[in-house]
């Protein structure tokens, strides 16, 4: 999503996009990877990114009417995803193996929190401020009917040409082999991708691969308790 941002605002210039590393492009707000201001530096309209959940959001982005893209996964997918993730983060624990950390995931036991928790705040606050709340699932499904409501949200018109631009440049395919995205350029000692990609499939329903049927039935059954009482609904396939 901050590729597909950064790409509607230079109007599907992929050059432009390559001027620098996407985390130094759209700056994490709660980590320092960039160094220093970083963040003041960056000329209007600023873009940044965050994992934070709702409720850990500075209230200065609320007080300045700042637009939020909040972009959920399904929980399945998200919890292999974050697995495999921690085996290339040199900040994050050993997970242990796979068995162990789904267990600590469903429990909330993991960095930024319940799964559960993170996407429900942002669910039910998305109408009371600037909050396009979109799902993974939907951007693969149909990539340019999503990025033109991102486009519509941040009041850019963007032609049929731009559109496909955008596309083409922020397929998944296209942005592992991006350097200026795919983050290889982070020293191995904090993200090691000598064994595994940080982008490593992509794709909807790989949790498939990994549930066993045991465990899929109790995360089915522990989802269906944590989620009873909301409105969101999640797809695992498409």
Known sequence: ?????????????????CRDTIYKRVPYIEMNV?????LESLPSPRLMKTHLPFQLMPQSFWEKNCKVIYVARNAKDLAVSYFFFHKILKTLPDTGPWETFLTNFMKGDVSYGSWYDHVKG????????QILYLFYEDLKEDPKREIRKVGKFLQRDLSEEVLEKIVYHTSFEKMKMN???????????LLD????SFMRKGVVSDWENH????QNELF?????????????LFRTKI
């Open 1 to 17: 999503m901050t590729e597909i941002v950064d790409m509607i605002y230079n109007s599907g210039d992929a050059e432009k996009c």
């Open 34 to 38: 960039s160094g220093g201001n970083h």
């Open 122 to 129: 942002w669910w039910e606050n998305r109408h009371n401020y």
């Open 179 to 189: 350097n200026m995205a795919n983050y290889r350029s982070i020293p191995h000692t």
């Open 193 to 196: 991708q000598s064994t595994r």
């Open 211 to 214: 549930f066993t049927v045991a």
């Open 220 to 232: 089915d059954e522990d989802y269906q308790r944590q989620m009873s009482a909301t409105s969101l």
